[in-house]
């Protein structure tokens, strides 16, 4: 099947940095990627819709400066957290479609994010 | 937006038939239903996806009746390790509809 990685799985950082999350699609091309965060016993927020090439789509209320996201090939999306704080710690998902017919997403491992 | 509606938790025991229904009044014409299941910490894992009538895999049984309007995720015979929280989704990939609802938690009892 369809695989998604996701690296790191874990990252602690400190406020005021930046971390950089990756998600990779092993196996299959993938046009279009979501970053969705989720916060504890809580269902998953979609943040952004990353397509190849082209600037990503934010969701009201995601700022775009603070999240940035490159998708610089149809294998890799990359979410940046940046001047990191407390509140942006959470569990950070990404998933892919294979498109090509394919409506269903692979989701990754997920990237738990700690912000000290 | 076709929004989506389930319960919010469910409690089965070990064996059990477990049906699991999602209400989502709105669906456009183009729409799939897709089935994810997740566990603590973990990303989604897709289960089943069907447009219409009934689908079964090797996991799983998905029923949707002729006006779409709602479907049933049905896991034959659960187990503990079927504990985990269950989201339908209801959309076309390129409307970037990829939202998810509250999803169902489903607890499996010995």
């Known amino acids: 099947g369809a695989v998604v990685s996701q690296h790191p799985s874990r990252v602690i950082c400190k406020s005021g940095t930046s971390v950089k999350i990756e998600c990779r699609s092993l196996d299959f091309q993938a046009t279009t990627m979501f970053w969705y965060r989720q916060f504890p016993k809580q269902s998953l927020m979609l943040m952004a819709t990353?397509?190849?090439?082209?600037?990503?789509?934010?969701e009201q209320g995601v700022e775009k400066d603070k999240f940035l996201i490159n998708h610089a090939s149809l294998t890799l999306s990359t979410l940046t957290v940046t001047s990191a704080h407390p509140e942006d710690s959470s569990f950070y998902i990404c998933?892919?479609?294979?498109?090509?017919?394919?409506?269903?997403?692979?989701f990754g491992p997920g990237t738990r994010l700690t912000v000290t | 937006l076709a929004k989506t509606t389930q319960p919010i938790s469910m409690d089965s025991y070990e064996g059990q038939e477990v049906n699991i229904t999602c209400s989502h009044n709105n669906i456009a014409t183009n729409d799939y239903i897709t089935w994810y299941q997740q566990f603590p910490s973990q990303g989604p894992r897709f289960i089943i996806q069907?447009?219409?009538t009934k689908v079964t895999n090797e996991v799983a049984s998905l029923f949707i009746p002729a006006d779409r309007k709602s479907s049933t995720l049905s896991l034959p015979r659960v187990s503990l390790s079927d504990t985990a929280v269950y989201y339908c989704l209801v959309g076309l990939y390129n409307n970037n509809d990829m939202r998810f609802g509250a999803g169902t938690r489903l607890t499996v009892k010995p």
């Open positions: 990353s397509n190849e090439g082209s600037k990503a789509t934010y």
């Open positions: 069907g447009y219409k």
């Open positions: 998933s892919a479609l294979p498109g090509q017919g394919h409506y269903e997403q692979y």
